[in-house]
């Protein structure tokens, strides 16, 4: 227990940072920054869990033995990114493997590697560990939920829908496109080269 409040302090006193993602995925990440001037603008009082951050949440799995079994994060938005990260006095090189099934990758994952997955869309888990190693994870995301809030003017679909027929079936409409440009917003290797050479002559 004593080791699981030292765990928390540290964490909160010094956050994960995001800067891995806004550099390998600053069009996602800007639309997670653009949500929450929206959100902002609908209730001052909303705060992200980090200083900074771009995400509205986390989860600490404390363990102590924390083992994931194959899950997607279906609450979360579906073409939107999770950071995963572990913690924890165990060997990487027997136990706490990463597996994403559909790209059908397994990877070793060191305490305090952090890793970005799209984990509504892609199943993953990780294996156990030896009886005697302790480890932890922690996740950031924001729940899919507050996107379709702000998407829907501040409210709900369920109350869009009741409220707005008309609106509320255009939204419906334009699901297709927006995940296509959700999916969209993901860099590729050609667009950060792209964006560095236009960051450097600027």
Not at 88 to 100: A, C, K, M
Not at 122 to 133: A, C, D, F, L, Q
């Amino acid at each position: 227990m004593c080791g699981s409040i030292q765990f928390r302090k540290a964490l909160y006193s010094n956050p994960p940072s995001p800067a891995s993602a806004r550099t390998w995925m600053p069009d996602l990440m800007k639309e997670y920054d653009d949500l929450q001037l929206k959100l902002l603008g609908l209730n001052i009082f909303i705060r992200t869990v980090f200083p900074g951050s771009p995400f509205f949440a986390t989860t600490l799995n404390m363990g102590p033995q924390t083992v994931c079994f194959a899950h997607r994060d279906y609450w979360n938005l579906l073409y939107g990114t999770c950071g995963i990260g572990a913690l924890g006095p165990f060997d990487h090189r027997t136990g706490g493997h990463l597996i994403l099934h559909e790209p059908k990758v397994i990877m070793e994952f060191r305490r305090g590697d952090v890793i970005w997955v799209p984990s509504a869309a892609v199943t993953h888990e990780n294996v156990p560990i030896k009886p005697h190693e302790t480890r932890y994870s922690f996740t950031m995301y924001t729940a899919g939920g507050l996107f379709r809030y702000a998407w829907c003017g501040g409210m709900t679909a369920k109350d869009m829908k009741q409220k707005d027929k008309v609106t509320y079936q255009r939204y419906l409409s334009e699901g297709d496109s927006r995940r296509k440009q959700g999916w969209d917003l993901y860099s590729t290797m050609d667009s950060l080269v792209a964006s560095l050479k236009s960051n450097a002559s600027n």
